[in-house]
C-alpha cells in the first residue's frame, strides 16, 4: 500500500470515543442510525406473531378476556365503584396503556441479549436496540383503540373534546416505558435474572395499578402520593379514564405530576446508565 492510499483510508477511519459531559447521548448519531432503528422495529413486529395461529387475533383477544375478567370480578363481584360509567369501558381505558407498558417492558429487556450477533459483530447505537422494540407495541395499542373506540358507543360513552387528551397520556406511557426499557435491558445483560423477574413485576403490577378500580376511591389519602410516585403508571392510567370518560375521572393533580417526575427521573438515571455500561455489552451478551 503507498503512502497516498494509506493516508486516504486513515481518512475514512472512523474513530469511536465514549461521550462524556452532561450530554451522554449523541441525538445526531442516533438519527443518523434512524433506518436500522425502522429494520429492527419491523423485525419484532414480523417475529411477534410469526407461526402463531390465531396472529394479530391475539391483539384482540387478550384485552378483551382480560376487560371481562376485571368487570366480573371487580364489578359484579366485589362492586367496586365506578362513578356510574360503564365498568367495562373504565377497565379497558385502564387496560390499553398498561398492556402496552407491559408488553414494551417484557420486550425491552431481553432486547440486547436477543440482538447478541448483532452487538459482537458490528457497531451502532445500543440505544436503539430497546428503543425499537417499543414500536412493536405500537400494533396491538393501535388495535386496542379500535376496540375501544367500538366499545363506546356500544355501552352509550359519548365521544367528547377530551379523547384529544388520549396522544399526550400515551406520549406519557410511552417515555415511561423507554425509561424503564433503557433499565433492564442494561441490567438484564449483566444479571441475567433479570429475565425472571420482568413477568413476575408485570403480573403484580397490573394488580396494583388502578384498572379494576378508581385510585382516589380505593387507596387511602395519606397513601395517595407515594402511590403515583412508587407507580408512575398510575398517572398514565387515570389520564386515559380522564379521556375518555371525562371530568368526573378528574385525577389526583399532585400525583400526576409526582408521576411525571418519576417518569422523568427513570428516563435521565436509565440513559445514563446505560450509556455508561453499553461498552461492556459485546463481552457479556
Known amino acids: 500500500m503507498t503512502t497516498e492510499s494509506f493516508s486516504k483510508a486513515i481518512q475514512h ?9 452532561i450530554v451522554a447521548i449523541d441525538f445526531k448519531e442516533l438519527w443518523q442510525y434512524r433506518e436500522l432503528f425502522w429494520f429492527l422495529a419491523w423485525r419484532d413486529i414480523l417475529v411477534r406473531y410469526k407461526q402463531t395461529y390465531l396472529g394479530v387475533l391475539w391483539a384482540v383477544l387478550q384485552p378483551l378476556l382480560t376487560m371481562v375478567i376485571f368487570t366480573i370480578v371487580f364489578g359484579k363481584i366485589g362492586k367496586f365503584d365506578s362513578k356510574g360509567a360503564p365498568f367495562a369501558v373504565m377497565t ?7 398492556q402496552f407498558f407491559s ?7 431481553n432486547s440486547l441479549v436477543a440482538s447478541s450477533r448483532m452487538i459482537t459483530k ?3 447505537p445500543r440505544l436503539i436496540v430497546p428503543a425499537s422494540t417499543l414500536i412493536s407495541g405500537l400494533v396491538d395499542f393501535a388495535i386496542g383503540l379500535v376496540i375501544l373506540f367500538i366499545l363506546m358507543p356500544i355501552f352509550h360513552v359519548p365521544f367528547t373534546l377530551n379523547l384529544l387528551l388520549l396522544p399526550v397520556f400515551f406520549a406519557v406511557a410511552f417515555v ?17 435474572d433479570v429475565k425472571y423477574i420482568v413477568p413476575f ?7 396494583l395499578s388502578p384498572i379494576g378500580f378508581i385510585t382516589l376511591s380505593v387507596v387511602p389519602k395519606k397513601w395517595l402520593l407515594l402511590y403515583y410516585v412508587l407507580n408512575p403508571m398510575v398517572g398514565v392510567i387515570d389520564g386515559f379514564r380522564l379521556a375518555v370518560l371525562g371530568w368526573q375521572f ?4 399532585p400525583g400526576l405530576f409526582a408521576s411525571l417526575g418519576t417518569i422523568v427521573l427513570l428516563l435521565v438515571s436509565g ?3 446505560f450509556r455508561s455500561t453499553e461498552k461492556t455489552f459485546a463481552d457479556l451478551v
Request: charged letters at 20%; hydrophobic letters at 50%; aromatic letters at 22%.
Open 250 to 253: 378528574e385525577p389526583y393533580w
Open 176 to 192: 415511561a416505558a423507554l425509561a424503564v426499557g433503557f433499565w433492564l435491558s442494561a441490567l438484564n445483560v449483566k444479571y441475567r
Open 271 to 273: 440513559a445514563f446508565y
Open 13 to 21: 477511519e472512523r474513530l469511536i470515543k465514549p461521550r462524556r459531559g
Open 122 to 124: 458490528i457497531y451502532f
Open 201 to 207: 413485576l408485570s403480573r403484580m403490577g397490573m394488580y
Open 92 to 98: 379497558f381505558a385502564a387496560l390499553l396503556p398498561w
Open 103 to 109: 408488553t414494551a417492558l417484557t420486550e425491552s429487556s
